[in-house]
């Protein structure tokens, strides 16, 4: 702790300015960086209540994450979408449709004129919705949007799962189903 203020008003309450040396966190890694502090600040039983309000990451440790493995060219380039905005959209209502009605919901919208759609995250494999169910209703609302309109669309499927041999498998079917 470099810095220690009283809070305005506040008996007994105080902001505490803490540093952390960058070669304490593996470079590239964002759940070493936050199970260190999370884990080891809010781990400290000394003090009854704790709250993080702000965290700053030093440039020199940012340029350290590799980022996403393909960014807004590729994307464009497989929508073969060039000069303008993407439009997109997340499913809703997000929980409670069957996976027909889910289908159909992304067929409206991408037949409405937006260029992707995608599953919220909450959007798994529930009981009114298995997985497998959703991503071929999905599916056939993609390639009959894509028919009537002539133009290439998008929806992104959730694939997380309970297990990670669950999630590759999800993933799997979705690559084999030419859906990202």
């Known amino acids: 702790c470099y810095n220690i203020e009283p809070v305005a008003g506040e008996e007994n309450q105080y902001i505490c300015y803490v540093a952390y040396p960058l070669d304490l966190f593996e470079e590239g890694s964002v759940t070493?960086?936050?199970?260190?502090?999370?884990?080891?600040?809010?781990?400290?039983?000394?003090?009854?209540?704790?709250?993080?309000?702000?965290?700053?990451?030093?440039?020199?440790?940012?340029?350290?994450?590799?980022?996403?493995?393909?960014?807004?060219?590729?994307?464009?380039?497989?929508?073969?979408?060039?000069g303008r905005p993407l439009l997109g959209c997340t499913i809703k209502p997000k929980l409670g449709l069957s996976a027909k009605n889910y289908g159909r919901a992304v067929y409206e919208v991408l037949r409405g004129g937006l260029d992707f759609t995608k599953d919220d995250e909450n959007v798994n494999s529930q009981p009114f919705m298995r997985w497998r169910d959703r991503f071929l209703?999905?599916?056939?609302?993609?390639?009959?949007?894509?028919?009537?309109?002539?133009?290439?669309?998008?929806?992104?499927?959730?694939?997380?799962?309970?297990?990670?041999?669950?999630?590759?498998?999800?993933?799997?079917c979705a690559r084999e189903l030419g859906v990202p």
């Open 32 to 82: 070493n960086m936050f199970t260190s502090i999370v884990g080891n600040v809010f781990g400290f039983k000394a003090l009854r209540a704790l709250r993080l309000e702000d965290l700053r990451i030093p440039k020199a440790y940012t340029k350290t994450f590799q980022g996403p493995p393909h960014g807004i060219q590729v994307e464009r380039d497989k929508l073969n979408k060039y």
């Open 137 to 172: 209703f999905c599916a056939e609302a993609l390639y009959k949007a894509q028919a009537e309109t002539g133009e290439i669309k998008g929806h992104y499927l959730n694939a997380t799962a309970g297990t990670s041999e669950e999630m590759i498998k999800r993933a799997v």
